[in-house]
Protein backbone atom coordinates (compact mmCIF):
# COMPACT_ATOMS: atom_id res chain seq x y z
CA UNK A 1 0.00 0.00 0.00
CA UNK A 2 1.17 3.25 -0.56
CA UNK A 3 0.30 6.72 1.53
CA UNK A 4 0.44 10.12 0.92
CA UNK A 5 -1.05 12.88 2.53
CA UNK A 6 -1.40 16.92 2.44
CA UNK A 7 -3.41 18.98 4.37
CA UNK A 8 -6.11 18.56 2.23
CA UNK A 9 -6.22 14.71 0.91
CA UNK A 10 -4.85 11.43 1.97
CA UNK A 11 -4.25 9.18 -1.33
CA UNK A 12 -3.87 5.84 -0.85
CA UNK A 13 -2.94 3.10 -3.79
CA UNK A 14 -3.00 -0.45 -3.12
CA UNK A 15 0.55 -2.32 -4.54
CA UNK A 16 -1.08 -4.79 -6.77
CA UNK A 17 -3.49 -3.15 -8.66
CA UNK A 18 -1.36 0.69 -8.79
CA UNK A 19 -3.99 2.37 -11.14
CA UNK A 20 -6.46 2.46 -8.35
CA UNK A 21 -6.54 5.43 -6.06
CA UNK A 22 -8.45 6.17 -3.16
CA UNK A 23 -8.83 9.95 -1.90
CA UNK A 24 -9.84 11.14 0.92
CA UNK A 25 -9.40 14.01 3.55
CA UNK A 26 -7.61 13.52 6.65
CA UNK A 27 -11.00 13.86 8.56
CA UNK A 28 -12.79 11.35 6.98
CA UNK A 29 -9.99 8.93 6.86
CA UNK A 30 -9.66 9.99 11.29
CA UNK A 31 -13.29 9.55 11.30
CA UNK A 32 -13.19 5.84 9.87
CA UNK A 33 -9.97 4.42 11.43
CA UNK A 34 -11.91 5.79 15.16
CA UNK A 35 -15.05 3.74 13.81
CA UNK A 36 -12.79 0.88 13.03
CA UNK A 37 -10.89 0.78 16.19
CA UNK A 38 -15.08 1.35 18.06
CA UNK A 39 -15.81 -2.04 16.38
CA UNK A 40 -18.38 0.16 14.95
CA UNK A 41 -18.04 -1.90 11.71
CA UNK A 42 -17.92 -5.51 13.35
CA UNK A 43 -20.65 -6.68 11.47
CA UNK A 44 -22.06 -8.16 8.41
CA UNK A 45 -24.37 -6.59 5.75
CA UNK A 46 -26.85 -9.58 6.59
CA UNK A 47 -26.73 -8.45 9.90
Request: net charge negative; no cysteine.
Given at each position: ?42 R??G?
Amino acid sequence: MGVAASDLAVLLRESDEPGIVLTTTPAALRAFIQAVRAGNLDRTLGD
